[in-house]
């Protein structure tokens, strides 16, 4: 498959641990922001949402958390797998509500 | 990917020629966008569809023109094809008609190589 990103950052975790991934987003006024999970030779895969009136949201195994104070959104993934192994990327909604902006992901290694 | 296809999935043709990459969809949603993936740049958004025949510019529209002619199709061409535009390409829909929450869904990609 290609290579979504030839520099971004790698967090490598063991098999069964929690994974945290971070993302810090560029626009104050945003409202609504994505995490994307994008595997080799795949399009993005939707993982999770959160709105900018919530701190926090989970879903199967995954939590997003959002600090508006510093900007700042993080994924946890509990009981990391293999298959979990991805370059994640979050996603913020500008103003207006029609565009997101991405973040340049991180690689998730999951070790066995 | 959410009745998402593309076509083609790869595609290699020269510098000059046109190329015309095909999003299809049957989620009837009415916005529609083609991204650009490359590496160090992540998704950046060429030109998008907020409806039949209602398209706007994005950050990287330059070299590439769209048409939505129908509720399912988005078409996106490069008019005369050069090496900087070599990417992968992805399509992808959103029912929200321009309200807060953008949830978008992605196609599997078309790989373009221009030489």
């Known amino acids: 498959g290609e290579s979504v990103g030839l520099h971004l950052p790698t967090l490598s975790v063991q098999e069964g641990d929690n994974s945290i991934i971070n993302c810090a987003y560029s626009n104050s006024a945003s409202d609504y922001f994505i995490w994307y999970k994008q595997e080799s030779g795949k399009g993005p895969q939707f993982i999770i949402d959160i709105r900018s009136n919530m701190d926090k949201r989970q879903g199967q195994r995954v939590t997003v958390l959002l600090n508006k104070t510093v900007k700042h959104l993080s994924l946890q993934i509990a009981a990391t797998q293999p298959g979990d192994s991805a370059v994640y990327f979050c996603?913020?909604?500008?103003?207006?509500?029609?565009?997101?902006?991405f973040g340049a992901g991180t690689i998730l290694r999951v070790k066995s | 990917d959410a009745g998402i296809t593309q076509s083609p999935r790869h595609k290699v043709t020269e510098t000059g020629t046109p190329v015309t990459l095909r999003c299809h969809q049957t989620?009837?949603?009415?916005?529609m966008y083609w991204y650009r993936q490359d590496p160090g740049h992540g998704l950046r958004l060429i030109h998008y569809?907020?409806?039949?025949?209602?398209?706007d510019k994005g950050e990287v529209s330059d070299g590439y023109s769209v048409s939505r002619s129908k509720t399912e199709d988005f078409l996106l061409t490069l008019e005369s094809a050069t090496s900087s535009q070599t990417s992968v390409y992805f399509c992808?829909?959103?029912?929200?008609?321009?309200?807060?929450?953008?949830?978008?869904?992605f196609g599997p990609g078309t790989r373009l190589t221009v030489l």
């Open positions: 992808a829909i959103s029912p929200s008609p321009g309200a807060s929450y953008n949830e978008q869904f």
């Open positions: 569809s907020y409806g039949v025949k209602d398209t």
């Open positions: 989620e009837n949603h009415r916005y």
């Open positions: 996603a913020e909604n500008l103003p207006g509500g029609n565009k997101l902006v």
